[in-house]
C-alpha cells in the first residue's frame, strides 16, 4: 500500500472509530452524528465500514435504537482512549512543554458541593490557569451522572452512596452527620444523643424523593423508632435558618456548619456513617491536562483526606447523595 494510501486509510479508521464510540456512549447513529457533526447516514456507512473491515456486527439495530454486541463493547474498550486521545492531542501536548494555557474543564455538581466544596479549589485553578475556562454544572446528582456518561462534562463531584460499574469514584474530603438544634433547644450540644431523643422532635428534612430521607427513615426503621417531620424544605442554608428559627431540628453533615451559625449542634456518628466527597469519572475516560491539574488541587486543599483509594461500594444504577446528608 503507497504512503498516501496508508494515510488516507488510518484518517479514515479515526474517523470510523470516533463515529463508532459516539454511537456506542449515546446509543443512538443521529445522537452520534449531531455529537461530531456529521449527518446520520455518514455515521451509519463510517460505522458500517468498520465492520466490514472487522468482519464483525458491532451493534444490535432495535429501530431507532442501537445496543453494542459482545464484539462492540470490547472494541469501544480497545478504541474509546485511543480516540479521546487524539481528540486532547493538543492539550496534552501543551502539558508536556509545561503549559496549560488553553481549552475547557466541565464541572458537574450539585449545589451543596458547589457552595461547600469547590469554592477554593476553583479559586486556585482559575487563578493558575486563566486561559481555561471553567463551566461548573449545577445538576441533581442523576442529571451529572446522565452528563458524565454522554462526555458533556469533564468529571463530576459530589457524595455517591451507590457506585455503578462504569464510574470511578474518589473520595477527596469527609464529613461527619451532625443533629442541628436552635440555641435554647434541649438537645442543643448534648454529648450523646440517641435516636430516641430526636424522635420527641419535629424533624426539618429535605423533599421525600432525596436521599437524606431515605436514609434518615431507613436508620429510625432499623431501630423500631417513629418520627415526625414538621417541615420540608430543599437546600443546607435554607433548613439552617429555619431550624435557627426554632421551627424543627434536622440532621446534616458538618461540611455546612462554619460555626458562624446560631445554632446547637451533636454528633450522630453512632447511628448514621460518615460521608466522602470526591471526583467521578467515567472508566475508561481519557483524563484531560486540565481535570488531572483540577484532582491535584483538590489533594491540595483536603490534605488530610488526599490519596483516598477509588472505591467499589455497592453495584446499582449509582446514586449521588442529594448534598444534605451526604
Given amino acids: 500500500m503507497a504512503g498516501g494510501q496508508q494515510i488516507h486509510y488510518k484518517q479514515n479508521r479515526l474517523k470510523q472509530l470516533r463515529a ?8 443512538s447513529v443521529s445522537a452520534a452524528a449531531e455529537k461530531i457533526f456529521l ?8 460505522i458500517q465500514a468498520l465492520e466490514r473491515e472487522l468482519d464483525t456486527v458491532l451493534f444490535e439495530r432495535r429501530g431507532p435504537k442501537i445496543r453494542l454486541t459482545p464484539e462492540g463493547e470490547l472494541l469501544y474498550e480497545l478504541a474509546q482512549p485511543l480516540v479521546e486521545g487524539m481528540d486532547k492531542l493538543h492539550e496534552t501536548f501543551s502539558v508536556h512543554c509545561g ?5 475547557t474543564l466541565d464541572i458537574a455538581a450539585g449545589e451543596s458541593t458547589i457552595l461547600y466544596i469547590l469554592p477554593e479549589p476553583v479559586r486556585r485553578f482559575s487563578a493558575q490557569y486563566p486561559g481555561i475556562e471553567l463551566r461548573l454544572h449545577n445538576v441533581t446528582g442523576r442529571d451529572g451522572l446522565a452528563m458524565l456518561r454522554a462526555d458533556e462534562v469533564d468529571l463530576a463531584v459530589g457524595s455517591m452512596m451507590e457506585v455503578p460499574d462504569d464510574v470511578n469514584y474518589r473520595p477527596v474530603v469527609t464529613y461527619r452527620p451532625t443533629l442541628i438544634t436552635p440555641e435554647d433547644h434541649p438537645l442543643a450540644n448534648k454529648e450523646d444523643v440517641s435516636l430516641a431523643d430526636i424522635a420527641a422532635y419535629g424533624l426539618i ?6 436521599s437524606t430521607w431515605r436514609l434518615v427513615d431507613l436508620v429510625f426503621r432499623q431501630n423500631n423508632l417513629s418520627y415526625k417531620v414538621t417541615l420540608e424544605a430543599g437546600g443546607w442554608e435554607v433548613i439552617k435558618k429555619y431550624v435557627e428559627l426554632g421551627l424543627g431540628i434536622s440532621i446534616v453533615t458538618d461540611v ?3 460555626g458562624e451559625e446560631r445554632l446547637g449542634r451533636a454528633s450522630l456518628e453512632r447511628y448514621f456513617p460518615r460521608r466522602s466527597y470526591g471526583t467521578v469519572l467515567r472508566r475508561g475516560k481519557f483524563l484531560s491536562p486540565q481535570t488531572k491539574r483540577f484532582q491535584e488541587i483538590l489533594d491540595e486543599v483536603f490534605p488530610e483526606d488526599a490519596g483516598g483509594v477509588i472505591r467499589r461500594q455497592r453495584a446499582g444504577a449509582g446514586v449521588f447523595d442529594d448534598g444534605l446528608l451526604g
Avoid: K, N, Y
Fill in 20 to 27: 463508532f464510540c459516539h454511537a456506542a456512549r449515546t446509543g
Fill in 99 to 103: 503549559r496549560i494555557d488553553q481549552g
Fill in 205 to 210: 428534612l429535605p423533599p421525600r424523593h432525596l
Fill in 256 to 258: 455546612c456548619l462554619t
Fill in 39 to 46: 449527518s446520520q447516514p455518514t455515521v451509519s456507512l463510517q
